[in-house]
T-cell receptor
Framework: DAGVTQSPTHLIKTRGQQVTLRCSPISGHKSVSWYQQVLGQGPQFIFQYYEKEERGRGNFPDRFSARQFPNYSSELNVNALLLGDSALYLC?????????????FGNGTRLTVT | QKEVEQNSGPLSVPEGAIASLNCTYSDRGSQSFFWYRQYSGKSPELIMSIYSNGDKEDGRFTAQLNKASQYVSLLIRDSQPSDSATYLCAVPAAGNKLTFGGGTRVLVKP
């Protein structure tokens, strides 16, 4: 079975631009979460979606938004990019939105903002 | 106080030895705990999950949970150079939001 797939793998953007990252969960997984990981730190929670509804939002500005589609895939949008948005963006899927349901991560999208 | 804390390392161990990693957490209500392995430039990979007090063994990995003391540990037996990576401890908060520690970098020297 295919794992979590993310696209693109790498992206270079200029400050002020907008970016859209895409994620397809493992087949049968209905929950998708987004994390940001800057170099040398653990991943930080951005959003969780379950059955197309937002179930949680981390401490990120309103420039970050996301949505989940009927096929459970998801997009993360970031507007007005800042240099500090440069990071590895990770998508994870899980069977449910309950705390004991393990998250499985995709390979990530590395975003560089210049 | 950070919600999930790990020693950043690096933890240097000789090949064949036991690597011992620790993680402390602040939420006494936490019920499940996860260890992820992350190679440089790659995404985190789930290697262990533990839900009950005591030990859980999976191959060369053993996770130990002590809820009273609010710590979870990971032992890697017979460490191999391929075990060199950053190990992330993660604890679910509300729903399935994971709070990660900063990770412990492990270096296994041949």
């Amino acid at each position: 079975d295919a794992g979590v797939t993310q696209s693109p793998t790498h992206l270079i953007k200029t400050r002020g631009q907008q970016v859209t990252l895409r994620c397809s969960p493992i087949s049968g997984h209905k929950s998708v979460s987004w994390y940001q990981q800057v170099l040398g730190q653990g991943p930080q929670f951005i959003f969780q979606y379950y059955e197309k509804e937002e179930r949680g939002r981390g401490n990120f500005p309103d420039r970050f938004s996301a949505r989940q589609f009927p096929n459970y895939s998801s997009e993360l949008n970031v507007n007005a990019l800042l240099l500090g948005d440069s990071a590895l963006y990770l998508c994870a899927s899980s069977l449910s939105d309950r705390g004991g349901s393990p998250l499985h991560f995709g390979n990530g999208t590395r975003l560089t903002v210049t | 106080q950070k919600e999930v804390e790990q020693n950043s390392g690096p933890l240097s161990v000789p090949e064949g030895a036991i690597a011992s990693l620790n993680c402390t957490y602040s939420d006494r209500g936490s019920q499940s705990f996860f260890w992820y392995r992350q190679y440089s430039g790659k995404s985190p990979e789930l290697i262990m999950s533990i839900y009950s007090n005591g030990d859980k063994e999976d191959g060369r990995f053993t996770a130990q949970l002590n809820k009273a003391s609010q710590y979870v540990s990971l032992l890697i037996r017979d460490s191999q150079p391929s075990d060199s990576a950053t190990y992330l401890c993660a604890v679910p908060a509300a729903g399935n939001k994971l709070t990660f520690g900063g990770g412990t970098r492990v270096l296994v020297k041949p």
